[in-house]
């Protein structure tokens, strides 16, 4: 049995196949198509907006460690205008209470001489008094 081409039989397959591979392209791939453009479409402007998103989170970044520098440098500065004020002002405590601690002592030792002076003006008036009655003592011995 030998197998002949039919030219009908061909016709008919190759109409057929025109007809299926229409409909798929109609159906399916143009559908298919469409979606995939789509979708790269969608990728595409999702990769845009992460990359813009990522620069502007950059220069964010930048702009809050530019922040915080300047911050931390306005503290230190601040924090050592502090002390030095603190310094000056504990300085000037200390004199003020060193200046009334020496005119406190100024004046004791001047309430002192002039108790001393007064002890001996009263000694030197009654020398008198204490040699008779030292004189007395002796001669009661």
Not at 5 to 24: A, D, W
Not at 63 to 83: G, Y
Not at 123 to 132: K, P, V, Y
């Amino acid at each position: 049995m030998e197998i002949m081409p039919n030219p009908q039989v061909m016709l008919v397959v190759f109409i057929v196949f025109m007809v299926t591979m229409f409909m798929l392209n109609k159906f399916v791939f143009q559908p298919l198509f469409a979606y995939m453009d789509q979708r790269e479409q969608k990728v595409t402007s999702d990769l845009e907006l992460v990359t813009r998103e990522d620069n502007e989170l950059q220069r964010i970044e930048s702009e809050i460690h530019e922040i915080l520098s300047h911050a931390k440098t306005q503290a230190f500065t601040a924090k050592e205008e502090q002390v030095e004020e603190a310094k000056k002002s504990a300085g000037a405590k200390i004199e003020r209470m060193q200046n009334e601690n020496r005119e406190k002592m100024d004046a004791f030792m001047a309430k002192l001489q002039e108790s001393r002076d007064s002890m001996k003006n009263e000694l030197r008036a009654n020398i008198g008094d204490i040699e008779s009655l030292l004189a007395a003592k002796i001669k009661h011995i």
